[in-house]
């Protein structure tokens, strides 16, 4: 079978590491690439990564997202559990795990990467606003599966 690249939105969140997990759980296969898709809002850092600002970082390996000094250039997260969580899927499955990310509105950065990235799946959380909120705030999840040019499987965090 072909290689399969599948995204998983990450935004470090509790309804994002569940998607991680069900990505893994029951999505990914051996020899597909799990690309986790990291989308940071514009703000004091922007002149760091201006450079990327409209094609997004190249492609992380997971090796290389392990050393501490790669993850504090990038400005990711210090979070154990997706770290361990994705090498233990890079492991068990066999297959290669990288990280993209990019700056800026997450709705449409997500809807790029799936295109930039010909990814063939998108799995992503869903912080379970009630109709209000998302109708105020606007939903990330409602605008990605509206516009994304690939099947995406929004997790429930409850």
């Not at 969580?85 to 709705?107: F, H, I, N």
């Not at 950065?109 to 930039?116: S, T």
């Not at 009630?130 to 429930?156: D, E, H």
């Amino acid at each position: 079978m072909a290689e399969r690249r599948i995204g998983v939105a990450m935004d470090f969140s509790a309804s994002s590491k569940k998607a991680l997990r069900w990505a893994a759980d029951n999505l990914a296969r051996k020899g597909d690439t799990l690309v986790l898709l990291h989308i940071r809002h514009h703000g004091r850092e922007e002149a760091k990564n201006a450079l990327w600002s409209h094609t997004g970082s190249p492609l992380i390996p997971l090796e290389e997202l392990m050393e501490p000094a790669v993850r504090q250039r990038y400005d990711m997260p210090e979070d154990p559990e997706v770290y361990d969580t994705l090498s233990a899927v890079a492991s068990k499955k066999e297959m290669c795990v990288v990280v993209k990310m990019y700056w800026g509105d997450p709705r449409e950065k997500v809807c790029d990467a799936v295109g930039e990235l010909n990814l063939e799946s998108l799995v992503m959380g869903s912080r379970g606003l009630g109709q209000i909120q998302r109708i105020l705030l606007g939903s990330v999840t409602n605008y990605v599966l509206s516009n994304a040019s690939c099947p995406v499987t929004v997790v429930k965090s409850k």
